[in-house]
């Protein structure tokens, strides 16, 4: 850790420990005389910080799992609608195909119809 960020985090510590800073300066001398329990506040508001950052980090790692597993069961869901619609296509094709068949053997029987009456 960098000589600059230590007096900010432990300024930050401070503060949200409710002592701002000047709690722990002998107003005699100006010099830093924090007690044992002085300190101790601030770590532990630290580590409360710390232990909250990393619940919601948690958190945010389980929904981005779960968003991946929806997209995946999104991904198989459409590719299964393709290959359906595929299937419906291919179906349409033959039902086109066996009617122009019928089609035609319908207009050779009428031809060989008029051509005996």
Known sequence: ????????????????????????????????ACSTGQAVDPVEA???????????SVSVSSAVTEQAAVTRDMSANMHVAARGVETVRRTVDGIAEAAGDVDRSVQKVSSAARALA
């Open 46 to 56: 630290i580590a409360a910080t710390i232990r909250h950052l990393s619940a919601i």
């Open 1 to 32: 850790m960098t000589p600059m960020r230590k007096p900010i985090l432990r300024t930050f510590a401070l503060r949200r420990a409710g002592l701002g800073g000047r709690a722990c300066r002998d107003p005699r001398s100006g010099e830093t």
